[in-house]
């Protein structure tokens, strides 16, 4: 599925997302290179791209709970050793 936005929400989605994810110096040469990204930022609230991002760190999270744990395999019980044949008697 893919969206069409326009360029400065794009933008806006990224600046979230740099700032959201402690790239501060990514966010101000943002910021610098295009005012309205901010301005389009403080609309939108929360980005698309770190939604989608801890959605991805969830459910990778969720899947590995499912797995049942690995078991050792049970060692095997010796089995019962036999009395030695007695020789049978020479008449």
């Known amino acids: 599925m893919s969206l069409r936005l326009p360029k400065d929400e794009l933008e806006a989605h990224i600046y979230l ?3 959201d994810s402690r790239y501060t ?3 101000q040469a943002l910021e610098e290179a295009n005012p309205k990204a ?4 403080r609309k939108i609230g929360t980005s698309a791209l770190t939604a989608a991002s801890k959605e991805l760190v969830a459910a990778a999270d969720s899947d590995s709970s499912d797995d049942e744990p690995v078991r050792k395999p049970v060692a095997k019980k010796p089995s019962p050793k036999q009395a ?7 008449d």
């Open 17 to 19: 997302y740099l700032k």
């Open 25 to 27: 110096s990514a966010a």
């Open 38 to 41: 901010v301005t389009h930022s």
């Open 84 to 90: 030695p044949k007695k020789a049978p008697i020479a």
